[in-house]
């Protein structure tokens, strides 16, 4: 066997496998290479996508929080300016429910007063008619005296 021409046998199944590689093999493979890379981008822009959209939840949820504490505070303090209110309305009721008890109190008293005064009053007008009596020894005219013992009531 001569050396170059097995050499050039080498060179030309080379050559032939070469362009046979080129021809039939290589496109495909280039064509899976070039889908791989595709998807690889696409998933990149998805995933730049997907970070995107959870900044931007991120940043709604934080202005719902906000929002909802906002609310939060401003039901607390209307309902505590509602309890303040309660109470400044059950302090004036109870006020003016003392003052009523008060004033009927007060009203019962000056009946009382007055009651024990006039009973008072006859009791001294009996007395003094007995004393008369006592003192003049003899029968006193009520009739008579009736004016005289009422003005001495009056002045009692």
């Keep these: 066997m001569n050396l170059n021409a097995t050499l050039?046998?080498?060179f030309v199944v080379f050559f032939i496998l070469a362009i046979v590689t080129m021809k039939y093999v290589w496109p495909p493979m280039m064509k899976a290479l070039d889908d791989r890379a595709n998807k690889?981008?696409?998933?990149?822009?998805?995933?730049?996508?997907?970070?995107?959209?959870?900044?931007?939840?991120?940043?709604?949820?934080?202005?719902e929080l906000s929002a909802a504490r906002d609310e939060g505070q401003k039901r607390i303090g209307e309902a505590e300016k509602r309890a303040l209110a309660i109470v400044e309305e059950a302090k004036k009721i109870a006020s003016d429910e003392a003052a009523r008890i008060v004033a009927a109190a007060k009203d019962d008293a000056e009946q009382q007063v007055n009651k024990a005064r006039e009973a008072l009053r006859g009791q001294v007008a009996e007395l003094a008619?007995?004393?008369?009596?006592?003192?003049?020894?003899r029968e006193i005219n009520a009739g008579a005296h009736a004016d005289l013992l009422n003005q001495l009531a009056t002045e009692l």
Aim: aromatic share 0%; no cysteine; proline share 0%.
């Design 129 to 137: 008619v007995k004393g008369a009596e006592q003192i003049l020894k």
């Design 40 to 63: 690889i981008a696409d998933g990149l822009a998805a995933a730049d996508k997907g970070k995107e959209a959870l900044q931007d939840a991120a940043q709604r949820v934080a202005a």
């Design 8 to 10: 050039l046998a080498q």
